[in-house]
């Protein structure tokens, strides 16, 4: 599992929770179930099961992998839209290629994070490149979706790279625990990605037997997710695995320790933590849509059968002309190979609700 690591994690800023902080407590920890993705990669749930009064302003959040491909059998997914909120895909092995319609994407790797605001609407496919299709490999990573709020929903498209050089390094106190900053602040260091939601994302991994104590912004909810290794929530030491979620309470402080032993493919005990200020607005969500009423979900589809949400660009369609991507089936050629984007596939793109889900 690189991702971002160092030679020494002495010589790197060390984060303390003050004092008189208080540690939140565990609220509830639940097993990501898991099912298949876009063409057919494995994926975990990260937040099945979990009230999304609970997640705000996070929709959705899928481990993808980690699995070691056979020539052939690495697989992406469709062109397909999206309205109405973010896509962060960080990648912690492997490459993944990303295109959209509005000339965003390229190629991320080991530690790498790609941030795309669908805004008032986009079209992408996100795809593994042809060589490493050819030469299989190992694929390990996360797709978050971030939702917006009104105000912004009908935001211009945006995208942007944040490169594992880029990400800011701390370590715990005692220097038992690295910690990558990918967007947000803790304890005065910031992340390089720019959210337009506030939020920040940290991936940590825990020596065992360390104790990680993270200051956390007590206007922020606070999710953990175990993404390999074992170790204990919270002050109360409620163990975990690979796959939990832990839903915290509130407090000033994440309080999370890492098992003395750990399996030897696991070595050490890998998180994905996850905050952000809750939006407290109504959420209608379906498919690739995450709007704020059962109308604009459905005028969002409406949108994209006429083409409105963009065209997919000539270059990744051969020699044809562009032409609106729907749900006709209609889909975008990739090396002369024709990748369509029929109803059922746009429906179920991230494991997605198929009926509109009103909170």
Do not use: C
């Not at 065992?208 to 170790?231: F, I, K, Q, S």
Request: charged letters at 20%; proline letters at 8%; a negative charge.
């Amino acid at each position: 599992m690189p991702a971002v690591t160092v030679s020494d994690i002495t010589i790197l800023p060390r984060v303390s929770s003050a004092p008189d902080s208080r540690a939140r407590r565990v609220k509830s920890i639940t097993t990501a179930p898991q099912g298949f993705e876009g063409e057919g990669f494995p994926v975990r749930r990260a937040f099945a099961g979990v009230d999304m009064a609970q997640l705000d302003p996070f929709i959705h959040l899928d481990q993808m992998g980690e699995v070691e491909y056979a020539p052939g059998e690495p697989k992406g997914t469709p062109w397909h839209p999206h309205r109405g909120f973010e896509t962060v895909t960080y990648i912690i092995d492997g490459i993944f290629d990303h295109y959209d319609n509005n000339g965003g994407g390229g190629t991320i790797t080991n530690g790498d994070t790609q941030w795309m605001t669908a805004g008032a609407g986009i079209l992408h496919i996100e795809t593994p490149p042809e060589h490493l299709v050819m030469s299989g490999g190992l694929f390990h990573g996360f797709q978050l979706w971030v939702n917006l709020p009104a105000a912004k929903k009908w935001s211009p498209p945006a995208y942007q790279d944040v490169r594992a050089k880029d990400v800011a390094l701390v370590s715990s106190a005692d220097g038992g625990a690295l910690i990558r900053i990918i967007a947000g602040e803790v304890d005065g260091h910031q992340g390089p990605g720019t959210t337009q939601t506030p939020i920040t994302l940290v991936h940590a991994t825990v020596a065992p037997g360390a104790e990680l104590r993270l200051p956390w912004r007590r206007d922020y909810n606070a999710l953990v997710y175990t993404l390999a290794g074992h170790g204990f929530m919270g002050e109360e030491s409620k163990p975990v695995q690979m796959g939990q979620l832990t839903v915290f309470d509130e407090g000033d402080t994440i309080v999370v320790r890492a098992a003395n032993n750990q399996e030897s493919r696991s070595p050490e005990l890998e998180l994905f933590i996850l905050g952000g200020q809750p939006i407290k607005e109504p959420v209608a969500w379906m498919g690739p849509f995450v709007m704020n009423t059962k109308r604009e979900v459905l005028q969002a589809f409406e949108d994209f059968q006429k083409g409105l949400l963009g065209t997919v660009p000539a270059i990744h369609r051969g020699d044809a002309p562009a032409k609106p991507l729907n749900r006709s089936g209609e889909g975008a050629k990739l090396g002369g190979d024709t990748k369509p984007a029929n109803a059922q596939e746009i429906l179920n793109v991230h494991g997605a609700p198929t009926t509109i889900q009103e909170k």
